[in-house]
């Protein structure tokens, strides 16, 4: 059934206010948003309550595989390699955001995955936030993009990218090696990218993270997208304003990638939501898609949305985004489970999309919201978060794409599978 929008009523703006600081950007409208309706196409099944665990000792999160500069997902003599946000079981689920490492998993099947080690050696910032990794192969190195994270001002989070790694595979399993060395390549401006200071009043969270590297299908150019915030003059969380996630865009300026300049955002939610997640990329039939991951709790004051995968479509970088589906909905919790997963990442298969993501807090279903929303999970006894808490790969889905429709056609039950390494993307 569906929920469609919370129908609050509530009169505010377009999202067109004097506030906008670029004129380059697509807008997430609001009208867009009040398409939101979860029907069955958009919608993911529930996961069965005996999916597996990855690993006995930690926490996974938000997932990304390594890949070619192409973007198609690298097979390396036959291993591939995913880097997932880790955590200690022993902490608290809603406490493991501020303890966070990459570590990394191989695999032969892209399902039975084992567990390496920790993916940087003496990174930036406290605690390390998502990111993605591209693996060189003329060059034998790993660039690894990630967001070094503290309660410290200086790395309250930035772009950074780590090289100098690679791989060593043999028959049973892959190492990573070699000495790394970390840049920083992006802070927030405070013109284009809100600060964290700029941002205080407003009140909920704050983004300039995920970086996702990608190379411009058209220019070659060695390009990330992250997920920021545009300053606005929202003076409260009862404030649309105050809503102002985009998606940035960074280019590298010289071939080692270690000097980078932001441009200008490529899509805005002002008015409508706070977070553009982990932004990304899929390149098909000359098309740029363009998916973000959002939560029920960051959407501005009148308006509603699930914890979902949200998409939009282009046909150049800065080209006009169409929301997928008429709103941006492409791959929603079910209203029965309606934060059993997050996260999702799209990754091209053949003609259509596969989609990994991780099982997050399963246990609260619909009838809790209102009651208990994500953002209030943190607050609950910790045996019961332990208990609601999944952290491990949930069951990978396959999107089909036609046009600007997505529907969800298949889960691949027993598996937490990447796309088949090596053929995908646009070829090598
Ligand atoms: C998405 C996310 C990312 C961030 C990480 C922090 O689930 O919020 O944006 O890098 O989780 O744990």
Do not use: C
């Not at 098309?287 to 709790?297: G, P, R």
């Not at 993501?357 to 994500?374: A, H, K, P, Q, Y």
């Amino acid at each position: 059934g569906a929920i469609g929008a919370a129908g609050l009523g509530l009169a505010v703006g377009t999202g067109s206010g004097a506030a906008r600081k670029t004129g380059e950007a697509s807008a997430w409208t609001r009208e867009h948003a009040n398409n939101i309706e979860l029907t069955d196409d958009l919608t993911a099944p529930v996961i069965n309550e005996n999916s597996d665990v990855i690993s006995d000792d930690y926490w996974i999160w938000d997932t990304w595989p390594l890949r070619y500069r192409d973007g198609s997902i690298a097979k390396i003599n036959g291993w591939q390699v995913v880097f997932s946000l880790t955590a200690p079981k022993n902490l608290v689920p809603g406490a493991r955001h501020n303890e966070a490492t990459i570590r990394y998993f191989y695999s032969r099947n892209g399902h039975d995955w084992q567990e390496g080690g920790t993916a940087l050696d003496d990174p930036l910032g406290h605690h390390q936030w998502a990111g993605s990794a591209m693996y060189d192969r003329s060059e034998d190195q790993i660039y690894h993009f990630y967001t070094p994270t503290s309660a410290e001002p200086e790395f309250r989070q930035r772009l950074a990218l780590a090289k100098g790694a690679t791989l060593e595979t043999g028959p049973h399993g892959v190492e990573l090696v070699g000495e790394q060395e970390h840049i920083l390549i992006g802070k927030a401006d405070g013109e284009l990218y809100q600060t964290l200071e700029q941002s205080r009043d407003q009140g909920i969270v704050y983004a300039f993270r995920d970086p996702w590297y990608f190379q411009h299908p058209e220019t070659g150019e060695d390009m990330v997208v992250f997920e920021g915030n545009t300053p606005t003059e929202g003076e409260n969380p009862d404030d649309p304003q105050s809503y102002n996630g985009n998606v940035g865009v960074a280019r590298a300026t010289n071939d080692e990638l270690t000097e980078w300049e932001l441009l200008p955002p490529n899509l805005e939610a002002i008015e409508v939501n706070q977070q553009l997640e982990r932004p990304h990329y899929v390149f098909q039939n000359g098309k740029w898609y363009l998916f973000v991951l959002s939560h029920e709790f960051t959407f501005a004051p009148g308006l509603w949305g699930p914890d979902a995968l949200y998409g939009f479509v282009s046909d150049s970088l800065y080209g006009d985004y169409e929301p997928l589906n008429g709103s941006g909905l492409v791959i929603a919790n079910p209203e029965e489970a309606s934060f059993q997963g997050y996260s999702w990442l799209a990754m091209p298969q053949g003609n259509d999309v596969l989609v990994e993501s991780f099982e997050n807090f399963r246990g609260l279903d619909d009838t809790s919201r209102g009651e208990i929303g994500l953002d209030e999970v943190g607050y609950l006894p910790p045996e019961e978060q332990k208990e609601l808490f999944g952290g491990t790969l949930a069951p990978s889905l396959k999107l089909q794409l036609n046009g600007t429709e997505t529907r969800v056609v298949n889960e691949l039950n027993d598996g937490h599978f990447l796309p088949s390494g090596g053929s995908n993307g646009r070829g090598q």
